[in-house]
């Protein structure tokens, strides 16, 4: 049998360990600049570039300056992570520029492994998350507010201006990870009689929303 003071030593540990799980490891150094031939996922001392060619350049980025291509859903996406900006490796951060047209949607999704942040940059934006008790958190954010996202819930954007909105949102992961809902029970290839029962739609209802991502 533990003693009490055994069964605290053990919870406090346990406690120690999970939390250590739900972010990105803290570094151990300055920073690692993570060499172009070398993926963001690895930890050996190669990934990271010799001190003696990292140059001002490295801390720097301007592949935001302007919007990327839009989608169906009137929404541009530029995700920055080490992979195209290896000056954030091992910082436990990334970011993303989000364009939208007048009405352009970001269309319910979570990341599994951050938290985000979200600043309005121009517009008026519909923003929202919904809690594991099925609560809906949502409301019009404008220039110059911010929203956050906890990690792991639901959460969405849609423009409702007259004129294009732009948000930079941050994350406290350098791999936050995306699902969006949509695309994930209608174009994953989870069993038609499945998503019959559990939406009480056809099998043709089901058909047409698999063609949407999948053409």
Known sequence: MFSKIEILLLIFCLHSYLGALASDPDAIQDFCI???????????????KPSTQITPDDFV??????PGNFSD???????????????????GMSFV????????????????RATEIAFVVKG???AGLVDSNNRVYAKVIEEGEVMVFPKGLVHFQMNVGKSPATIYASF????????RIPS???GSGINDELLEKAFGISIKQIGKMRRKFFP
């Open 73 to 91: 859903d009137g929404l541009s996406a530029i995700l920055v992570t080490p992979n195209s900006f290896p000056g954030l490796n091992t910082l």
């Open 184 to 186: 994930t029970i209608f």
């Open 172 to 179: 406290n992961s350098q791999n936050p990870g995306v699902q």
């Open 61 to 66: 980025f301007s592949g935001v300056k302007a």
């Open 34 to 48: 993570l060499n172009a031939e070398v993926d963001s996922h690895s930890h050996t001392k190669e990934a990271c």
């Open 124 to 126: 008026k934006v519909y």
């Open 97 to 112: 520029r989000f364009d939208y047209q007048a009405g352009g949607i970001n269309p319910p999704h979570y990341h599994s």
